[in-house]
């Protein structure tokens, strides 16, 4: 699945454990656990041109035994099988999207009325107003330039437009800058939030990393009792809290982690709606905590949006990402969704980097985002 690289020593596996409470988040602490194994790797190359919010630009975190520098790579390329089984699962997650694309192509000639019948399509794909004028004047200059008189040979050329309106949301999580790497995820109940941490836990652990998670929803138990579920799995520690304040849970996440030498600190926080705004301020203040325990974090924070929620889902960008100067998506449920043409929206509208998509309930059904696999996968 995931692309990792290098790996240094490794440390022994540790037991799961469920911490007692957390310290106040204005309090340094020193949590208990011996040093950890590095490693220094990255999902992949180097990191978009997205500017840093002005509290991310602290100087990173020098608490490290390793000299190597972080390695920002391409991804590794995955085995043949393996990345077709992957285009298969996309080409068929997208494919009540694309097929009403895909029948405008079906015709013999390439006229005002396809243009048309496209343009509908991709407004019911729910690409957005912009981003389908942008592509429709896109593909009309492509068709001109390359004298095409083939409708299917259109859809190819829309494949290539698309591919380039997407391209600016390709970027790969780098893990191994930081240590440890600071992730925060936010988004709306049920998006997929846990899912996707459940899954990224594993592939990093799967890769020697050693993870700490935080479950920040204090409230509901059962999302503790989820998250304490890939935690045990992945043999990885968690720090759980009931009741109290999510940011004294990040707080001493972050501050467990450093003092273990974790590589990665995953927060997971409680779903809401961007219009609560009391859970909004909540949010902002648990990224402000996470930053007093260590000044250079957090390093990504992550929107999960539910690709099935379409234009929505943009709204939900514009909004966390206002509040919490976003650094990375994951979009989830693009299997069987006929609204993932909300990617395109996002790339015309607010281009935050897709760091994953989900098509599916399965650890291998999240993979990292590539725009020419997902135009291509759409357009099959
Ligand atoms: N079909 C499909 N289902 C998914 C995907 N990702 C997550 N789910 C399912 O969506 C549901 C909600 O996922 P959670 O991870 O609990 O969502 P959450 O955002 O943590 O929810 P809250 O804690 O309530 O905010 C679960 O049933 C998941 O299995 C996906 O890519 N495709």
Not at 5 to 26: H, L, M, N, R, Y
Not at 145 to 165: C, N, R
């Amino acid at each position: 699945m995931f692309s990792f690289f290098k790996k240094k020593s490794t440390a022994p596996a540790e037991a799961p454990i469920e911490t007692p409470a957390a310290p106040p988040p204005d309090t340094e602490t020193s949590a208990s656990g011996g040093a950890m194994g590095w490693l220094r790797k990255s999902f992949g190359a180097a990191p978009a041109d997205r500017e840093a919010p002005a509290d991310q630009e602290a100087p990173a975190l020098p608490a490290t035994t390793d000299s190597t520098p972080p390695t920002v790579a391409l991804p590794t390329p995955k085995p043949e099988g393996e990345r077709q089984g992957w285009m298969e699962r996309l080409k068929s997650g997208l494919r009540k999207t694309g097929s009403s694309i895909a029948t405008v192509f079906t015709g013999t000639q390439i006229n005002d009325a396809l243009y048309e019948e496209l343009e509908d399509a991709l407004l019911m794909a729910d690409t957005g107003v912009k981003a389908t004028q942008h592509l429709l004047d896109d593909l009309k200059r492509r068709v001109k330039d390359s004298k095409t008189t083939e409708p299917a040979a259109v859809k190819a050329l829309l494949a290539d437009a698309l591919a380039d309106l997407l391209k600016p949301l390709e970027k790969p999580l780098v893990i191994g800058e930081h240590q440890p790497t600071v992730i925060m995820v936010a988004g709306v109940n049920g998006a997929g939030k846990t899912t996707s941490i459940g899954k990224l836990t594993k592939h990093l652990a799967d890769h020697g990393e050693t993870v700490l998670l935080a479950a920040a929803d204090t409230f509901r138990a059962a999302a503790r009792e989820q998250l304490g579920v890939w935690a045990t799995r992945n043999t990885v520690e968690i720090i759980s809290q009931e009741g109290g304040d999510p940011a004294a849970v990040s707080f001493d996440a972050v501050t467990a982690g450093r003092a273990r030498g974790k590589d990665v600190v995953l927060v997971d926080t409680a779903g809401r709606l961007p219009t609560q705004l009391h859970l909004m301020e909540e949010l902002k203040k648990i990224r402000r905590v996470v930053t007093k325990a260590e000044a250079s974090a957090p390093h990504e924070v992550l929107l999960v949006i539910d690709g099935n929620t379409g234009q929505n889902a943009l709204t939900q960008v514009r909004t966390f990402d206002d509040a919490l100067q976003l650094t990375g998506l994951i979009v989830t449920k693009l299997d069987g969704t006929a609204k993932g043409g909300v990617l395109a929206a996002i790339a015309q509208e607010r281009p935050v980097p897709v760091y994953f998509i989900g098509v599916g309930e399965k650890v291998e059904d999240l993979e990292t985002f590539n725009a020419r696999e997902f135009a291509q996968a759409l357009l099959a």
